[in-house]
């Protein structure tokens, strides 16, 4: 192929022309790994593992220590791959009853998972390349009929490495996801091929089952034209012949996407593709694999009866309207819920849609509007406590009282809240062996560890997040609450240990190395701090907090251009996120340019008008031009935003003071004095000033 300088996207043609046109472009310099990608073969990162199943085995012998890393998020998605590399640590959810289950996880999960998998993939090209070995050159086919986790994971793949070591090949027929898309524009190059003329001597029962066969991927229009005017119970035949080969011994993948797929399509769709789909739908709701659960779900409603059925198709639907939460896609998720109340007048039914209507208001919704919330969930908790089955109504009633618990916390209700809670915990210990329910009641015990610390009983919710990181000790969650009460007691060390921890065994989380870059900042590793901010940046350069504060320290070390630089690249990202236009104020106020600070002030509180960081800088820009009236009055503002600061205090005197009004300078310079952090020795030259 040519100079691998940049990546390459391939359009047009059919499979065949594409890999004929790849192959004229080799030079022989790279190792090529081909994936044919299409969602149909193995649903969820199809394509993906065809990579890792190829480059696996020798990094299992060469580096060891490096597959170890990212064994979690190696299997998470794929546990196929135990065979290669040996099982995934078990985790209280993982190893729990279906039933059972209470804490699921969805699409930001399966981003994280997928980081972490591109990361391996660049620490092995990047060592492959140091052992002066063959670039890697991963060519992902039939990217256009990928399913989403695939088309995401290629997109941060592509933009993450450097094709000088990992050359990414992107081949489809057609458009690509939005993401991949924009990804692609800005690092790939691209070239088209023509569709050469087909000559298939084949019969048509041949044509046939040569499109059953690909499991219905096959882009040769002939194959095509026969399967659509082929006759129905021939198909059926075939779909469940196919079938029957693959799914002895099949591993999830295939489960997920061919078999379905033939199931469906077989002689017996309500019964052997249903209960193929409520398999497969499973997996998927467990993995957090959001965009297969929408999939699956709403395939699963199609092919059964919701009278005769009605357990199952709530399942489907509920766990549908779930994921499409984690997709973003609210109004849908609502019009799931709505549909359930309108086809049923069985209590669990509405118990189950009140809740989970009440968490979309309570949680997602933008606004989010708590009293609509607590209204749904009063209405499951008292549907809760009129179930006839007794088990049934203890354990409903108990998780009803922790959703009522939850809305009461976004309420400010933190005592109210914590009863609830407590009442569950008391109830279920009461009731149940200590081996019933046991991720339900660690939720439980982490909503109560949450709780005491919002109360301000630190030692307490301390205690307990150690004793649930005894009972799930892979759960990174609870390692980073425990590590935000140590900071708050001042213990940076033991929460610097904390998040050490949950970075070793879970998946690179952003969050988790933004909040450990900020620790280390806070006991002067400046050096460590840097590198979790760029690791997140190198991950999400969207995340505006992280940004900001890599953008701070750069200006703290005099690093004015790499600063500016920094909140530049973020607002090509983001053009009106307020906290970046107020930063390259900031910015420009350090370089002594006012004037040229102001526009940018300007536009940050155009989009939030109450953004102290950009009151207070534009005030100090207007003061050095001369307009101190005008610094006054955004001051003020910013001072009935954050209320009495010293700094703000000091600053606004300063400007009255430069309006001649000293009596108003004065009263600030005294109010500033009295209170904790203040500059006591300007605040006294002003005064003189003043005087």
């Known amino acids: 192929m040519p100079s691998p300088q940049r990546h390459l996207r391939l359009r047009g043609g059919r499979r065949a022309d594409r890999q004929r046109h790849l192959a004229a472009l080799r030079d022989g310099d790279a190792h090529v790994i081909t994936a044919i990608c299409h969602h149909r073969l193995r649903g969820p990162y199809t394509g993906v593992d065809t990579v890792l199943r190829e480059v696996l085995p020798d990094a299992q012998r060469r580096r060891p220590e490096l597959v170890a890393r990212h064994r979690v998020e190696l299997l998470y998605g794929i546990p196929e791959l135990a065979d290669l590399i040996g099982p995934a640590p078990s985790t209280l959810a993982s190893a729990g009853p ?54 995401e994971f290629v997109a941060l793949l592509a933009r993450r490495c450097d094709p000088a070591t990992l050359r990414v090949v992107v081949s489809t027929a057609d458009e690509v996801a939005p993401e991949l898309a924009e990804v692609l524009d800005r690092v790939a190059d691209d070239e088209c091929c023509d569709a050469e003329p087909e000559h298939d001597d084949r019969g048509r029962h041949q044509l046939v089952a040569a499109y059953v066969r690909s499991d219905g991927t096959s882009d040769n229009q002939a194959e095509i034209d026969a399967y659509h005017a082929a006759d129905p119970v021939v198909l059926q035949r075939l779909h469940d012949e196919r079938a029957d080969e693959l799914e002895p011994g099949a591993g999830w993948g ?9 199931r469906e399509r077989g002689a017996d769709p309500h019964g052997r593709g249903r209960d193929a789909l409520d398999r497969a739908f499973q997996f998927c709701v467990e993995t957090g694999f959001s965009a297969a659960v929408v999939d699956l779900g709403l395939r699963g ?4 009866d919701p009278v005769r059925e009605r357990k199952l198709f709530l399942r489907f639907t509920q766990h549908a309207a779930s994921a499409l939460v984690a997709l973003d896609r609210l109004t849908e998720s609502l019009e799931l819920y709505l549909d359930l109340r309108a086809r049923y007048t069985d209590a669990k039914v509405h118990m189950t849609a009140s809740y989970s209507i009440a968490m979309l208001h309570t949680r997602f919704f933008v606004p989010r509007d708590h009293e609509a919330a607590v209204g749904w969930q009063n209405n499951a908790y008292t549907l809760a406590s009129l179930l006839p089955d007794p088990d049934e109504r203890r354990t409903y009633s108990v998780f009803q009282a922790n959703g009522l618990a939850l809305v009461e916390m976004h309420r400010g209700n933190l005592a109210r809240a914590l009863e609830l809670v407590d009442g569950g915990i008391a109830r279920l210990d009461e009731e149940l062996d200590d081996q019933e329910w046991v991720l339900h009641r660690s939720q439980l015990f982490y909503n109560r560890a949450r709780l005491h610390a919002a109360l301000g009983r630190t030692d307490e919710a301390y205690a307990e997040f150690s004793e649930l990181i005894e009972l799930d000790p892979l759960y990174t969650d609870y390692l980073s609450e425990r590590a935000k009460i140590s900071r708050k007691r001042g213990d940076l060390q033991a929460a610097l240990a904390d998040y050490d921890r949950a970075v070793q065994i879970g998946p690179p989380f952003p969050e988790l190395y933004y909040n450990r870059g900020t620790a280390r900042l806070a006991v002067d590793d400046v050096e460590g701090a840097f590198a979790d901010f760029d690791y997140v940046l190198e991950m999400e350069p969207g995340d505006v907090d992280t940004r900001l504060t890599r953008a701070e320290l750069l200006l703290a070390g005099g690093d004015v251009a790499a600063a500016h630089a920094d909140v530049v690249a973020g607002l090509r990202l983001a053009p009106d996120e307020p906290r970046l236009l107020a930063m390259l104020g900031t910015i420009e106020l350090e370089q002594d340019q006012p004037e040229q600070a102001l526009p940018h002030l300007d536009a940050a509180l155009a989009g939030d008008p109450r953004y102290p960081a950009a009151l207070v800088n534009r005030a100090v820009a207007h003061f050095r031009l001369g307009n101190a009236a005008t610094a006054v009055d955004d001051l003020t503002v910013a001072l009935d935003v954050v209320g009495a600061d010293p700094d703000v205090l000091l600053n606004r005197g300063m400007a009255y003071l430069a309006c001649a009004q000293a009596e108003l300078a004065m009263r600030d310079f005294d109010a500033a004095l009295a209170l904790p952090g203040a500059d006591v020795d300007e605040l006294r030259h002003q005064l003189e000033l003043c005087r």
């Open 98 to 151: 279906f039933a059972q289950r209470t804490r699921f996880y969805g699409a930001q999960m399966i981003r994280c998972m997928s980081q972490g998998v591109v990361t391996f993939l660049i620490e092995l090209a990047r060592g492959r390349s140091a052992a002066g070995e063959a670039p890697l050159c991963l060519v992902f086919e039939d990217m256009h009929a990928a399913e989403p986790t695939t088309s």
């Open 301 to 304: 409603r199609a092919v059964i």
């Open 254 to 262: 295939t489960l997920i996407g061919a078999v379905t797929y033939h």
